[in-house]
């Protein structure tokens, strides 16, 4: 009996890879950001973090707060 493979598109790149071939990056805070392929891993990760670096100013999402 074959054993069915989790296949995902990877956001970045746009490849199809198997689910054992990602991994998840991190914002600049440690929290789960995104799940990619190990090529995009590895360029998205080179300053330590994927995306930009915020802080908590950036979480307000309310104009009156």
């Given at each position: 009996?074959?054993?069915e493979r989790d296949i995902r598109t990877c956001p970045v790149c746009g490849?199809?890879?198997a689910r054992e071939d990602m991994l998840?990056?991190?914002d600049c805070h440690g929290i789960t950001y995104?799940?990619?392929c190990f090529d995009c891993y590895e360029?998205?990760?080179e300053k330590g973090y994927d995306g930009e670096y915020y802080s908590e100013a950036y979480e307000c999402l309310d104009y009156d707060y």
């Open positions: 009996m074959e054993e490849k199809e890879v998840f990056t991190h995104r799940l990619v360029k998205l990760m």
